[in-house]
């Protein structure tokens, strides 16, 4: 009983080998050009040669919308961009047209943003922010900025709820006025016509 035991064990073990390998097989004839579908990991190569992983469409159709938004931007900055947005939406549960629509009202898609009172990079962080918010680091690169601004965002939304939370990004607690709520909804919608047109 033992011996017959051991036996099914080891053809288990080798049928889910060759499972394995037949998988890598497929993985690997799959051409470099598809697009990922949602779940399957992308590799790209930006132009010094950089290595970034997407999970789905979400970043390869925030480049599309930020090429055709900003076209001054190199392949290389709309790649990083586009792996940020997806990362850091996913990781704050937030809409990455949402976070695409606040980078077009504070930036115009422009990680060399400075504004005159301090705030910097395609979201527009306020390095005063950081430390009573927990956060460390240099906000001006492309990921560190966006990962600071989904978090302040998502902060704001879980705080104030939707609109308020929008608002209160631009505002902070003194809100006065609907009007960047309003033009940020307005990007979030430029964004969306610009991905399925």
Known sequence: MLRTETHTL?????????????AGFLMSA????????????????????ERLETRSGVARDAEYVIASLNP???????????????RYAA???LDPDLVLGVILVESNARPW???PKGAVGLMQVMPYMMEPLGLAGN???IESNIAA?????????????FEDGISAYFWGTDIRDR???????????????????
């Open 149 to 161: 601004g989904c978090f302040i965002l998502a902060h704001n939304i879980d705080r104030l709820g």
């Open 139 to 141: 906000f001006a690169t």
């Open 113 to 115: 943003a400075h504004s």
């Open 91 to 93: 990781a704050y549960s």
């Open 72 to 86: 001054s931007l190199s392949a290389h900055e709309r790649v990083r961009i586009g792996a940020a947005v997806e």
């Open 30 to 49: 799959r051409s470099p050009e598809a697009p990922p579908r949602d779940g399957q990991v992308q590799v790209k190569e930006t132009g010094s040669g």
């Open 10 to 22: 080891m053809a288990r073990r080798l049928v889910l080998g060759v499972l394995v390998l037949l």
């Open 179 to 197: 009007t960047y709520l309003e033009k940020v909804l307005e990007a979030r919608q430029r964004v969306r016509r610009h991905r399925t047109s």
